[in-house]
Structure formats: structure tokens, C-alpha cells
């Protein structure tokens, strides 16, 4: 079995997976027509867009990250339980295994990004193309910490239902990173040291140029070194504990 068939049935198998497909593209989507394409604000303009954009934004990163940490954590808990040493008995390597993983992972964390932009694109959603195709695109790239996020877990605990707290945990941090309600005051504050907080930042930083948006207005601007250094410093948190955990794991092997 080379490597391209592999990824090929992974990504079909996940994604007949009604529980990840819902969670991942359904749900998502359903959230952003409720709040982001169907209030009366939704017009209202933010930036270079509106808040239909400001909101379809911020629910694309909590669904590609939901997908990357579950993907993730599920090819860890895989290689915990032993499947590594089954796939040893084909032709397709560890290297490739993990890789083939990796692009699932990605793939999977493309479809809510695109299911939500198409849909605001026959919404209400209002950006300049430019706009649109940079926020996609940083959307994407924002799943890197959370893939390592959900390999960590389930490294760390080795079964399914860890893995499932770890994305039932997204919410929190979508929560305090201002991805579902803007926030301001001490919420803020303290949402700027969380996890997603950096990455929705990101992906927003092309339609409010480090804007942060209230109910009463502009709450203040996040330079774009500080959301970066956020994005940053959570990679390096999850990917070292990634590192930590694999080399404990070969310590016992």
C-alpha cells in the first residue's frame, strides 16, 4: 500500500465518521448562519469587511482546529495502542505513516475553512477579495499549534476519550481567545495569554489590522509582532511537550 492510497482511505474513512463530520463541517456552519449570517448587525461594518466576516473568521479557526486536535491526537492514540507495529508488516513506513497523518490532518482542517467561506460567500458576508483569500489562508496555517495540541494529548493519556476532552476544550479556549463573543475588560486581558487567542487574531489581522472589536466599539489594537508571538509560543509549548513525551516514551519502549 503506498502512501497516496493510505491517505486516500484515512480521509474517506474520517470523513464517513458522522461524529467528526458534524463537528468539524456541520456544526460550524450552523453556528455561523445563526450568528454571523442572520442577525441584524451582521451588516454592520468592521474593518474591511463587516461582522458577518469578522464572525465567519473566528468560527473557521474553531472548526479547523477542532479538526487538526482530533486527527492529531487520534493518529497518536493509533500509534500508542500499536498500530504502528501493524503497519510495519506493509510497505508503507513510520516516516510515511506520520506524514500521511500530517496531510489528513490538513485536509480535514481545510473543510470547515472552505464550507464557511462558501457559505458566506451566498450570505451576507462582505470582504475585498484580497481580504477573503489572506484571512482563508492564515485560517489554515493557524492549525500547526493545534495539531501538535492534540498529538500531545494523546501521547499523553493514549486513548479516545482524552482526545475528545481535548477538543471539547476548544470551546473554552474559542471562548477566551474572542473568537465567539468579542470581549473586552479583564476577559481580554486575559484571553490575549490563551492558546487560540493568537491564532484567530491572525486570521482576522487582514480585515481589522489588529482591531479588537466590543460591543461598544474598538476596544484597543493588538500589534501584529504580539499576535505573532502568541501563535509562536503556544507552537513551541505543545511542540515541546511533544518532544518530551515521545522521548519518555521511547525511554519505556
Known amino acids: 500500500m503506498n502512501i497516496a492510497t493510505y491517505i486516500a482511505m484515512d480521509f474517506w474513512r474520517n470523513l464517513r465518521n458522522l461524529g467528526n ?18 442577525m441584524e448587525w451582521s451588516t454592520n461594518p468592521v474593518g474591511e ?3 458577518s466576516a469578522w464572525t465567519m473568521i473566528s468560527i473557521a479557526c474553531y472548526g479547523a482546529a477542532m479538526a487538526a486536535t482530533s486527527l492529531a491526537g487520534s493518529a497518536a492514540v493509533e500509534l500508542q495502542q500499536g498500530w504502528g507495529r501493524q503497519l510495519a508488516l506493509t510497505a508503507l513506513p513510520h516516516s ?20 464557511l467561506n462558501l457559505t458566506g460567500v451566498f450570505t451576507v458576508t ?19 499549534p493545534f495539531a501538535l495540541y492534540g498529538l500531545a494529548i494523546g501521547m499523553a493519556f493514549r486513548s479516545d476519550a482524552a482526545v475528545g476532552t481535548a477538543t471539547g476544550l476548544l470551546v473554552i479556549f ?10 473586552d475588560g479583564f476577559l481580554l486581558d486575559l484571553g490575549r495569554f490563551t492558546p487560540l487567542y493568537g491564532v484567530v487574531a491572525l486570521a482576522r489581522y487582514p480585515l481589522t489590522h489588529g ?5 461598544n466599539g474598538i476596544a484597543g489594537n493588538d500589534p501584529l509582532w504580539a499576535v505573532l508571538a502568541n501563535v509562536i509560543a503556544w507552537t513551541a509549548v505543545f511542540g515541546a511537550a511533544c518532544l518530551l513525551l515521545q522521548r519518555r516514551r521511547t525511554r519505556r519502549q
Do not use: H, R
Open 211 to 215: 482591531d479588537q472589536i466590543s460591543m
Open 21 to 38: 463530520s458534524f463537528f468539524v463541517i456541520v456544526l460550524p456552519t450552523v453556528l455561523f448562519l445563526f450568528f454571523g449570517a442572520s
Open 174 to 183: 474559542s471562548f477566551l481567545g474572542n473568537a465567539f463573543t468579542p470581549l
Open 126 to 144: 462582505d470582504m475585498p477579495v484580497g481580504t477573503w483569500i489572506a484571512t482563508a489562508a492564515l485560517t489554515i496555517v493557524g492549525v500547526l
Open 49 to 51: 469587511g463587516n461582522v
Open 96 to 115: 510515511g505513516f506520520v506524514a500521511a497523518k500530517t496531510v489528513v490532518a490538513l485536509c480535514f482542517a481545510v473543510l470547515p475553512v472552505a464550507v
